[in-house]
């Protein structure tokens, strides 16, 4: 018995070196095809940041699966709420006047720096670039805005009577740090009205995005609004701000400090409890505004108050991107603990169209960021999308029968009837299982003996009862029996 035990702690103890030896030789060689794959992949992927590409490369010449970082897939359980967003964007931009555009994820770099700005977050260390072939500076479209304003005066829409209304939806790109709801390709959906600057068309716009949240099912929607002024006026007042932040230096963390020339501002932004209150005392925009800029945002707070939108005024909001002029606002909601979600937010952009080469063209616009808006969906526990179910199933035994359901199918459908089938799915029993796991109404059968004599078994789910009839008839049937099911169901 001793001697046994003897032999097992033996052999437990070769197992344990043989496996300490398999991981260190397996770690050996993924840390040297770690190294192979980065130089791989960076040779072939020359965006601005690397470090991803080793974590998520190829090992070994197999492909690792999965997304990489900060990226996802949309999975076919999420899309009935995607659907949903598609839907209501469609029809509320419809409703208020907005024609779409769709513009292309890939811009000239320049573009984005330009109405962006280069002391911004974004452009410092967000936007992915590349070169392409031909040597250009491209980039990932950060946001939408830019995009629209070039697309705005490229084809001319300058001429067009005003105001111009755009809607656009897509995926952007921000190399940021993912988190929850933090993601580095995400989803916006933005309106921009082109051609307009009075404050009731930006009344008009956050009543739009309150109407969208609404339509979604989404409540406690708050808005925080300010006026920036025009970037004339804001020179004193960035002059002034400065001067505050460099007497307060000293209080502010290291890292901040260089924002004090760059881009005072962002500061406020900072989510950091020491400049949050060295900014408690900073001077605010909104005492600095120039004359029209105060009257514009006093008339935006009378138009709010009169469509009895809910708002505070937020002097410290500032939003991370430089084109913003005059009104900027942002939308959040509050969960039951009271944590505040951003959706989304924009504001008046009336310099950028100039600033693009266009004529001097007022505009204001805002984007929600979808991902959002789906993560309070489902938090709200929101209708999702229904798609319209089938009414009709078509089965089918044998490969005679499969090739003459085929036209059947085609015909049903072409005369408006929602049908289903699994061409697929091999037996009789099982095809019939999902007929009803559907809940047709009807389901049409061609068997063997009915592919020979052309004809269809129609099969009532309701009453059970069941017909054969010719196929040349089988449409004008189906269209018949499903008007009597639906008046029988009404009556019910
Ligand atoms: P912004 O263009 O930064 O004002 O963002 C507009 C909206 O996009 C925000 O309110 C968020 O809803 C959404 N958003 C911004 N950044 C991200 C991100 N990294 N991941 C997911 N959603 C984002």
Redesign the pocket.
């Known amino acids: 018995m001793a001697r046994r035990k003897k032999t097992t702690k033996k052999v437990t103890k070769k197992k344990k070196v043989v496996k300490k030896t398999i991981k260190k030789r397996a770690k050996r060689k993924k840390g040297v095809s770690k190294k192979i794959t980065k130089k791989v992949l960076e040779k072939n992927i020359n965006f601005s940041k690397g470090d991803d590409v080793v974590q998520y490369g190829a090992i070994n010449g197999q492909i690792a699966l999965q997304t990489v970082r900060?990226m996802r897939d949309i999975l076919p359980g999420d899309q009935a709420y995607w659907q949903q967003i598609r839907k209501i964007f469609e029809k509320r931009s419809v409703e208020y006047g907005f024609s779409r555009i769709d513009t292309p994820v890939i811009e000239l770099e320049s573009l984005f720096i330009k109405a962006i700005g280069e002391n911004t977050d974004?452009i410092n260390s967000e936007l992915y670039t590349f070169s392409a072939k031909s040597g250009d500076k491209v980039a990932l479209r950060?946001?939408l805005t830019a995009s629209a304003v070039r697309a705005y005066i490229q084809h001319g829409m300058t001429i067009l009577p005003k105001p111009i209304k755009l809607f656009s939806m897509g995926p952007?790109y921000?190399y940021?740090k993912?988190g929850e709801?933090?993601?580095?390709e995400?989803?916006?959906a933005e309106f921009n009205i082109f051609g307009e600057d009075d404050a009731i068309l930006d009344a008009q716009i956050m009543q739009i995005a309150h109407r969208v949240l609404k339509s979604l099912g989404i409540k406690n929607i708050q808005f925080r609004v300010n006026s920036i002024g025009t970037i004339e006026s804001r020179k004193e007042y960035l002059k002034l701000l400065k001067a505050y932040f460099r007497s307060k230096k000293s209080k502010l963390p290291l890292k901040y400090r260089d924002m004090i020339d760059t881009n005072p501002m962002r500061i406020f932004d900072v989510k950091d409890d020491k400049c949050m209150q060295v900014c408690a005392g900073a001077p605010q925009a909104i005492d600095y505004l120039d004359k029209e800029s105060r009257e514009h945002f006093k008339n935006l707070l009378e138009y709010l108050d009169e469509l009895e939108l809910i708002y505070t005024i937020d002097p410290h909001l500032v939003?991370?991107?430089d084109y913003y002029t005059r009104t900027v606002f942002?939308?959040?909601v509050a969960d039951e603990h009271g944590a505040k979600?951003?959706?989304?937010?924009?504001g008046r952009f009336d310099e950028l169209v100039e600033l693009f080469g266009g004529e001097p063209t007022p505009a204001i616009g805002f984007?929600?960021?979808?991902?959002?808006?789906i993560t309070e969906m489902k938090r709200v526990k929101a209708k999702k999308y229904k798609e319209s179910q089938p009414r009709v199933f078509l089965a089918q035994l044998g490969s005679l029968a499969k090739k003459k359901s085929l036209q059947l199918f085609a015909d049903i459908e072409q005369s408006g009837i929602l049908v289903a089938e699994s061409f697929g799915r091999g037996t009789l029993k099982a095809q019939l299982r999902y007929a009803s796991k559907l809940g047709v109404d009807l389901t049409l059968i061609i068997g063997q003996q009915e592919a020979l004599d052309d004809t269809v078994i129609v099969k009532n789910m309701i009453t059970g009862t069941q017909e054969t009839i010719t196929k040349k008839k089988a449409v004008a049937f189906v269209k018949k029996n499903l008007k009597e099911i639906s008046k029988l169901v009404k009556r019910k």
């Open positions: 900060g974004i950060p946001e952007v921000r940021d993912p709801g933090r993601y580095r995400f989803h916006q939003r991370g991107l942002e939308i959040s979600h951003s959706l989304g937010g924009g984007a929600f960021g979808i991902d959002r808006l």
